[in-house]
């Protein structure tokens, strides 16, 4: 996967995490929890923007690690709305999907990154 594909799927991803938190209901718990995931879940792509124009191999790598957190902490946000019976599985079932595969994905970038420093 390319770079520029990468920064295309972690903005898709975005994308349908903001249309997921609009879809919420309206109760506190659903929008304390839909804003943590609206947070964690846009911030992925972003991140990752960012840490392809790091000014060095160190920056790159730390900004990597952030996308890694990130990601990682939207499938928390999102296993929280299942388990809290605000939303059925199977709505979110390919995001949850998605966020591990970019966890994946990330996290093996990030190790071979710093292994080739």
């Not at 996967?1 to 799927?9: A, C, I, N, S």
């Not at 919420?24 to 840490?51: D, E, F, W």
């Not at 709305?81 to 591990?100: F, R």
């Amino acid at each position: 996967m390319t770079p520029d594909e990468l920064k295309k799927r972690t903005k898709q991803f975005g994308l349908r995490i903001i249309r997921l938190v609009e879809a919420l209901p309206k109760t506190k718990t659903a929008i304390a929890i839909g804003n943590q995931l609206l947070r964690c879940g846009t911030s992925v792509g972003a991140n990752y923007r960012a840490a392809c124009r790091g000014r060095s191999k160190a920056d790159f790598i730390a900004k990597l690690g952030i996308v890694e957190e990130e990601a990682d902490e939207s499938i928390y946000w999102l296993e929280m709305l299942v388990e809290a019976n605000i939303v059925k599985p199977n709505q979110v079932g390919a995001l949850l999907t998605e966020a591990n595969e970019l966890t994946a994905i990330v996290t093996a970038s990030r190790k071979t990154a710093k292994s080739d420093k």
